[in-house]
């Protein structure tokens, strides 16, 4: 190993450009060069490469989304595309590659380290699904702003008296709303991995009407199939079946684009380094992440076509304790 590349994939996660600067930094201190993709795989596949050094990545570490920029890449789910890649990694003289992702990234990693060339996937993704890792960089900021959002909410809710919906992201995974609904007292839960139906919603914010509360909180994953666009109207045609008047607030990218907690930072640099180790020590084909207290690492193809749910005993509890 002589020269590293670095490349961001996938939605941008508070932390990603923690885990850059680890990485370059890790990199320069073996003596080795390191080289940062421009825009993902586009950027790859574009011959977009830059060398970077020590100086190139410091104060950045505190900045949300990242530097090197991120993009989708259809061409390179192509046999010619990954070749391109390949080519380019090549006359670059790349003797290794950091991918830093979810699980569409990951997947990418897959490919190319399928075809024999030495990649390490870091363990990057809001929406905390990819196996492999308990938690993933950006998980942390985006509970924290989210829950920060859900306490103002809840303040002018109580005010009003009336019933707060809050859409939050996490794709096709529940995960960041049922900790926001436990974190954040909701009164219901919508996730797609238990789905409940508009008229179970509005039944349990009925009973917190019923019980006297000033307030109903009700916490949806963007992915559920009964999300803010399917509920909003149905509480709108039924409005006079509950006691609460109903605000809808769309949290969105909101929660993406925060500046990374102490977390997200440490969590990015210790990935980051942990990336590197293993590429100097000739192991690769893997994602690295946290597993307890200690890094660990998971063979890519254990991951490709496979998401982690979130952990439903946790919403029993949720139900239980919004009574």
Same mark, same amino acid.
């Given at each position: 190993?002589r020269?590293?590349?670095?490349?961001?994939?996938?939605?941008?996660?508070?932390?990603m450009?923690?885990?850059i600067?680890a990485?370059?930094?890790?990199?320069?201190?073996?003596?080795w060069e390191?080289?940062?993709?421009?825009?993902?795989?586009r950027?790859?596949?574009?011959?977009? $490469?830059?060398?970077?050094?020590?100086?190139?990545?410091?104060?950045?570490?505190?900045?949300?989304?990242?530097?090197?920029?991120?993009?989708r890449c259809e061409d390179?789910?192509? $046999?010619?595309?990954?070749?391109?890649? /390949?080519?380019?990694?090549?006359?670059?003289? &790349?003797?290794?590659?950091?991918v830093?992702?979810g699980?569409g990234?990951?997947?990418?990693a897959?490919?190319?380290?399928?075809?024999?060339?030495p990649v390490v996937g870091?363990?990057?993704?809001i929406?905390?699904? $990819?196996?492999?890792?308990?938690?993933?960089i950006?998980?942390?900021t985006?509970l924290?702003?989210?829950?920060?959002? $859900?306490d103002?909410l809840r303040?002018?809710?109580?005010?009003?008296?009336?019933?707060?919906?809050?859409?939050?992201m996490?794709?096709?995974?529940?995960?960041?709303?049922?900790?926001?609904?436990?974190t954040?007292?909701?009164?219901?839960?919508v996730?797609?991995?238990?789905?409940?139906?508009?008229?179970?919603?509005?039944?349990?914010?009925?009973r917190?009407?019923?019980r006297g509360?000033?307030?109903?909180?009700? &916490?949806?994953a963007?992915?559920?199939r009964n999300?803010?666009?399917r509920?909003?109207?149905?509480?709108?045609?039924?409005?006079?079946r509950?006691?609460?008047?109903?605000?809808?607030?769309i949290?969105g990218? &909101?929660?993406?684009?925060?500046?990374?907690?102490?977390?997200?930072?440490?969590l990015?640099?210790?990935?980051?380094?942990?990336?590197?180790?293993?590429?100097a020590?000739?192991?690769?084909?893997?994602?690295?992440g946290l597993?307890?207290?200690?890094?660990d690492?998971?063979?890519?193809?254990? /991951?490709?076509?496979r998401?982690k749910?979130p952990?439903l005993?946790l919403?029993?509890m949720?139900?239980?304790?919004a009574?």
């Open positions: 190993m020269r590293i590349a670095v490349l961001t994939s996938g939605g941008d996660a508070p932390g450009n923690a885990a600067r990485v370059v930094r890790q990199v320069c201190a073996r003596g390191a080289v940062g993709v421009q825009y993902g795989f950027g790859l596949l574009d011959d977009q $490469l830059r060398p970077l050094g020590p100086r190139d990545v410091g104060g950045i570490m505190q900045l949300g989304g990242t530097v090197l920029g991120s993009a390179f789910r192509t $046999l010619e595309g990954r070749s391109q890649a /390949l080519r380019v990694l090549a006359a670059r003289g &790349v003797d290794g590659l950091v830093i992702g699980n990234s990951q997947a990418g897959h490919t190319l380290s399928a075809e024999g060339f870091v363990a990057s993704t929406d905390n699904d $990819l196996l492999g890792s308990d938690i993933t950006g998980v942390d985006a924290n702003v989210g829950l920060e959002a $859900l103002r303040v002018t809710a109580s005010s009003h008296n009336r019933a707060a919906l809050v859409e939050v996490g794709r096709h995974c529940g995960y960041l709303a049922l900790m926001l609904g436990i954040g007292g909701a009164e219901a839960i996730i797609p991995e238990a789905e409940l139906e508009p008229d179970e919603v509005a039944a349990v914010m009925q917190a009407f019923d509360k000033a307030h109903a909180i009700v &916490v949806v963007e992915g559920a999300n803010a666009t509920l909003v109207p149905f509480f709108r045609l039924n409005r006079q509950f006691g609460f008047e109903l605000r809808a607030t949290l990218h &909101v929660q993406r684009g925060g500046t990374p907690t102490h977390f997200d930072r440490l990015a640099t210790r990935l980051g380094t942990a990336a590197v180790e293993r590429l020590v000739g192991e690769h084909g893997v994602v690295v597993s307890g207290r200690d890094l690492a998971t063979p890519l193809g254990d /991951l490709v076509g998401t749910a952990d005993t919403l029993e949720a139900r239980t304790l009574q």
